[in-house]
């Protein structure tokens, strides 16, 4: 009788180390995803950072790009494509909340795994080094400033 207590304690004591285990790295993945919410909503703004300085009127005269995320007329047309169905037009690029729901639709689409060295690359077009290390250096200042 004695020996079967001493049993049932251990065996709860181990049920009872195992699931503080569990909670642990249940928290530890609770706190990841929200950094990693985090680092990409720094992503986010860091891009409007640098493209614009966060100006949603802004345009470049050099090209069609327009609105706090400089998005072309391209991008526009992509993420009605993605959509299948006309909803974004030019104009909304200098709408923010139009503007980052364009650059959601079009991450989601070519970027589910919400990388954040391939989100700047699909936002850029192309590989730029310089430009990375500009959003980069925005993140780490977003977070950490």
């Known amino acids: ?7 049932i ?7 009872c180390i195992g699931l503080n285990r569990y909670m642990h790295i ?6 990841m995803e929200r950094y990693e919410d985090m680092e990409w909503e720094a992503l986010i703004w860091a891009i409007c950072q640098v493209e614009s300085g966060c100006d949603d009127q802004a345009t470049n005269p050099s090209s069609s790009a327009a609105g706090r995320f400089q998005m072309l007329r391209g991008y526009v047309d992509e ?24 650059f959601d639709i079009y991450q989601a689409y070519y970027n589910p795994e919400k990388s954040i060295d391939k989100a700047i690359i699909l936002h850029r077009g192309k590989v730029s080094y310089g430009y990375i290390n500009k959003i980069k250096n925005e993140i780490r200042r977003k977070l950490w400033d």
């Open 1 to 7: 009788m004695y020996s079967r207590r001493i049993f």
């Open 9 to 15: 304690l251990i065996v709860i004591s181990f049920i």
């Open 26 to 31: 249940k928290d530890i993945t609770i706190n």
């Open 79 to 102: 993420v009605n494509r993605i959509q299948k169905k006309n909803i974004y037009h030019y104009q909304d690029r200098f709408d923010s909340v139009k503007a980052r729901q364009m």
